[in-house]
């Protein structure tokens, strides 16, 4: 890590005016709100979820403060970058002095959003018990660390499009994170024989399975809706990784591979970052 | 035109490539060893059964509640279901004998538009066996006509399902937690799995609440069906938590976190309270 470039990347964020008032409003304000309130109903629960929190602070700081490059708004060309790498400094440490840089920002707001919640006592009167605070505090900075990791990979993407592009589609995989859900319809005992019994009468039960269904999903469609629904979701959880630490830990008999998932998303993620960054090249001419 | 690659790194992008590689490996070799691994019954939710107890029986279980009032009567109903709607009357009366008869929440039950289940009137005193028949019994079905002549006054009253009398084991009245699921769901198994293994919340869960399970996998028995009806949806998983009277305490649709499921247990905890702290 270049430590010169983590601290001027925290000094340029917390220059913004606009992002210091949103991110008092995420790590104050909005905290203070739902402490006030009764009762928080589960969707208000939303509002200091450690990935929400993440990805609303990740979002906000990096767009409105171009804190990770400036691609977005110049189209690929930039003005300091080309001077940052003639330095002496190697491509990963740029990219790890971001992605740190952008960390801190989310981790700081969002423990001090626990913070108040956990010393006013209000997760105590929604039910947590203290393993589950504790672990809220350790929950949220991996959040931190997977959220700017996979914005510093989008960020760092050479066009103006790649980089539109990955910010759309990290909206979209964190609006399925959130909302995961799968569609199933249920049958009942006798719904099913008539529904047969009707498709046999009007002799398209057998064209609907051969053909309509195969030529639709493909041969065994009907028990493939749900690996296409598995594999969106694993990509959601790469662009949008979600961390429950307190299930992970007390769960049956264990279930590892959900720690390991976003250590292996940071690390393909910065490789990815330093691999972009490496192909590019930089020119500080005039066209 | 001058270009600069300075301290362009391929080194620390194969070092970097290789760690996410092998992190990648064993994030996948440790799932599979995870979906391998046998569950334990004690780890997991002990759900409770759910008797069929429409199996045998065309109709529905309804009960008509004289509180509320948001949905109307349906006029179409046959003269059985006047019969309740005086039952109705009755109740609010007080009449301790039609109480015990009809039901256990003051409310009484009724089987809708149910033919064949008037043979079975004087069925034995099994509880399962009741619900195939119409509980309006020699009392209900022959309700006076002064009774009548009372409700037309209120004649706004709310069905509902009786989940009271498909549930006869919750003898201690616990709020009944309904989740509905699909096996075949990534998401209803990864929830199923860790958010409702974990073990404080399925203390809670086994203490607190009567839980049940219905699985999407499988075709629903008639109660099971009826009950997806009244609080299920195709969007698994659903927690639905329901008071044992039926009444809605709070639901989610999609993964939540056990932190979720806790805040969700006690939102309907605390909503039960209140409800009954007015109804005294």
Not at chain 2, 52 to 73: A, Q, T, Y
Not at chain 2, 271 to 280: E, T, Y
Request: with cysteine.
């Amino acid at each position: 890590m270049n430590r010169a470039i983590y601290i001027e990347t925290i000094k340029k964020i917390l220059k913004q005016r606009f992002v210091v008032f949103m991110l008092l409003a995420m790590g104050v304000l909005l905290p203070l709100s739902l402490i006030l309130a009764p009762t928080p109903t589960v969707t208000s629960v939303d509002g200091w979820d450690a990935f929400a929190v993440s990805t609303i602070i990740g979002l906000i700081t990096v767009t409105a403060t171009n804190a990770i490059g400036n691609s977005l708004s110049i189209g690929g060309r930039s003005d300091y970058m080309p001077l940052i790498f003639t330095r002496p400094l190697h491509r990963y440490q740029y990219v790890i002095s971001k992605w740190l840089a952008l960390a801190t920002v989310i981790a700081v707001v969002s423990v001090l959003q626990n913070l108040l919640f956990t010393t006013s006592g209000a997760f105590t009167r929604w039910g947590l018990t203290d393993e589950m605070i504790v672990l809220d505090f350790f929950e949220r900075i991996i959040s931190a660390l997977s959220v700017s990791s996979v914005l510093t990979m989008i960020y760092l993407l050479p066009t103006q499009t790649m980089v539109l592009s990955g910010v759309i589609a990290f909206e979209l995989a964190a609006g399925i994170s959130i909302l995961a859900m799968s569609i199933a319809v249920p049958m009942p005992e006798t719904a099913t024989d008539v529904s047969v019994l009707l498709c046999d009468i009007l002799g398209i039960d057998d064209w609907i399975r051969t053909t309509f269904i195969p030529a639709l999903f493909g041969g065994s469609a009907l028990s493939s809706i749900q690996q296409y629904i598995a594999a969106i979701i694993n990509l959601s959880n790469f662009l949008a990784p979600q961390i429950h630490l307190y299930d992970i830990l007390e769960t049956r008999p264990f279930v590892w591979s959900a720690l390991l998932e976003p250590i292996s998303n940071i690390l393909i993620a910065l490789t990815i970052a330093t691999a972009v960054l490496n192909a590019r090249e930089y020119h500080y001419d005039v066209d | 035109m001058m270009l600069t690659k300075k301290g362009s790194t391929r080194g620390t992008v194969s070092v970097l490539f290789l760690s996410a590689f092998i992190f990648l490996g064993a994030r996948f070799a440790v799932a599979a060893i995870e979906a391998a691994m046998p569950i334990k019954p004690e780890k997991t939710i002990a759900w409770k059964p759910i008797p069929d107890v429409l199996k045998n029986s065309k109709s529905n279980l309804v009960v008509s509640s004289p509180e509320g009032g948001s949905e109307i009567e349906d006029k179409s109903r046959t003269s059985d279901t006047d019969d309740q709607n005086d039952v109705v009357g009755r109740n609010k009366s007080g009449d301790a004998a039609e109480d015990e008869e009809v039901g256990a929440d003051s409310n009484s039950v009724s089987l809708d538009t149910n033919s064949d289940a008037k043979s079975d009137k004087n069925s034995d005193s099994d509880p399962h066996k009741r619900l195939n028949t119409p509980v309006p019994s020699s009392k209900t079905s022959s309700a006076p006509s002064k009774d009548k002549n009372r409700l037309s006054a209120s004649s706004k009253v709310v069905k509902r399902f009786a989940i009271e009398k498909v549930f006869t084991d919750n003898v201690d009245q616990r709020p009944i937690m309904l989740f509905f699921t699909d096996e075949r769901s990534v998401i209803s198994k990864k929830m199923e799995n860790a958010s409702l293994s974990a073990k404080d919340v399925r203390e809670k869960i086994e203490k607190d609440f009567y839980p049940v399970k219905i699985n999407y996998d499988k075709k629903l028995t008639k109660t099971e069906y009826r009950l997806y009806k009244e609080y299920g949806s195709t969007a698994v998983p659903i927690m639905h938590i329901v008071s044992s009277t039926g009444e809605s305490l709070g639901w989610t649709s999609g993964y939540i976190s056990a932190v979720k499921v806790m805040v969700l247990m006690r939102n309907a905890k605390a909503k039960l309270i209140a409800k009954q702290q007015s109804a005294d």
